[in-house]
């Protein structure tokens, strides 16, 4: 055998060898899942499961503490309630999540394109948070009345700020080495911003994002309690009203099941759009 052939076996049975320790990618994947979700799964399995075995020990009445048990059951039952509500939710969600996603993108870049705007904005940005939207909200539906317009423009007022603050952020924190080569190279103002500027953003607005996604469905609720015809929030008022404590639980679920699938969705979208990202921060914590 000459030095070639002994030196290409060689390298098969390292690769051979490699394959049999990393083991398939998808086996990797799943270990990977275990790892990351299990221990939060089990605190959640965990904590239902002394919910339930209190509530029975103790003999709660349900319109007080209902079990989880309980609840499964009465959603199930109230299912076709909840379906049209649901969707009236999702609808003000989506329609307030698009305007916030406008209005937030649009104050970032006008934040960004000077520091005197900077000045002049940022400040009215972060004084709009301080007024309760609880106190808005009977306002809205004052001057627009009852239809779905005053839900979306809460959902729009609890999800823009996160977005516009987090994008302008990134947008300030673009590679000034980049930047520099790019002006050295003859490139005008909106081509350095299309591609170093934003592209160096989107990590900061993917984190705005899924702030504003956890606070999306809330906020269409907060809208309905003051008032609506229909939505999750009505739903939990007309149940509260009869003392269907158990219902009113069943839509909490429903409405935080809305936001974890929404906020999955998004990380999914993040991890698609922004696989350079993900690399580089996996390679930096195995060199921790």
């Given at each position: ?242 003392f269907l404590t158990d219902r009113v639980f069943a839509a909490i679920a ?13 990380m999914l979208l993040e991890r698609s759009l922004l696989p350079w990202y ?11």
């Amino acid at each position: 055998m000459n030095s070639e052939e002994s030196q290409e076996t060689s390298g098969q049975g390292r690769n051979s060898l490699l394959t049999t320790q990393t083991g398939p990618s998808w086996l990797g994947g799943g270990l990977r899942f275990v790892r990351l979700y299990a221990p939060p799964l089990m605190l959640i399995l965990l904590l239902l499961a002394a919910w339930q075995l209190g509530t029975w020990l103790m003999q709660i009445p349900k319109w007080l503490l209902p079990s989880p048990a309980q609840i499964v059951v009465a959603g199930f039952e109230a299912r076709e309630l909840l379906g049209p509500h649901t969707w009236q939710t999702l609808k003000e969600t989506w329609l307030g999540l698009g305007l916030a996603l406008v209005v937030g993108l649009s104050l970032a870049v006008v934040v960004d394109s000077s520091s005197l705007l900077r000045r002049t904005v940022y400040p009215l940005l972060v004084t709009s948070q301080t007024v309760p939207v609880l106190a808005l909200a009977p306002l809205l539906i004052i001057w627009f009345g009852y239809g779905i317009l005053p839900k979306v423009i809460v959902v729009a007022l609890v999800c823009f700020f996160p977005i516009a603050v987090s994008t302008a952020d990134g947008l300030r924190v673009a590679d000034p080495d980049l930047i520099a080569l790019l002006r050295a190279m003859g490139a005008k103002r909106r081509q350095v911003f299309l591609k170093v500027r934003v592209p160096g953003a989107l990590p900061s607005f993917f984190s705005g994002l899924k702030i504003a996604i956890t606070y999306s469905v809330v906020g269409a609720v907060i809208g309905e309690w003051v008032g609506a015809s229909r939505g999750l929030g009505i739903f939990m008022i007309r149940s509260s009203k009869n003392f269907l404590t158990d219902r009113v639980f069943a839509a909490i679920a429903v409405t935080s099941l809305l936001s974890i699938l929404m906020f999955a969705v998004v990380m999914l979208l993040e991890r698609s759009l922004l696989p350079w990202y993900y690399a580089h921060r996996e390679e930096v914590w195995e060199d921790v």
